[in-house]
């Protein structure tokens, strides 16, 4: 079941990603979406069963695992200039909700 749930969070943390990218038309940084995922990796496999069983449990928690995926694996360090500009523009307001989390690492 772990493995399961790795995987499972694995898959929709790349699509999330890839559908944020698409929405803001610019091209996946695909080196650092990769790091983002195995950071992702490392963080679900050091769960223990019970808080995987929570985690798969609880979207809230989820989102913050892949946000926290996004800043530490530096890929928020990735398009900064044009996702900035996007925001401060505000041509960023078409995302969907979700995608906050992602953004705000760029409003630091």
């Not at 790349?14 to 559908?19: A, I, T, V």
């Not at 610019?26 to 990796?41: F, G, M, N, R, T």
């Not at 530096?74 to 398009?79: D, F, I």
Request: charged fraction near 25%; glycine fraction near 4%; charge should be neutral.
């Amino acid at each position: 079941m772990a493995d399961e749930l790795i995987d499972r969070l694995k898959t929709d943390f790349r699509r999330h990603l890839e559908m944020f990218y698409a929405a803001l038309k610019l091209a996946p940084p695909y080196h650092s979406v990769e790091k983002a995922i195995a950071q992702l990796a490392t963080e679900l496999s050091a769960l223990d069963d019970a808080g995987r069983a929570r985690l798969a449990q609880n979207t809230a928690a989820q989102w913050d695992m892949f946000a926290r995926a996004f800043t530490e694996s530096g890929l928020h360090q990735k398009h900064r200039g044009p996702i900035s500009h996007l925001l401060r523009s505000g041509q960023a307001g078409h995302l969907a909700p979700e995608y906050e989390h992602f953004l705000n690492a760029y409003r630091t």
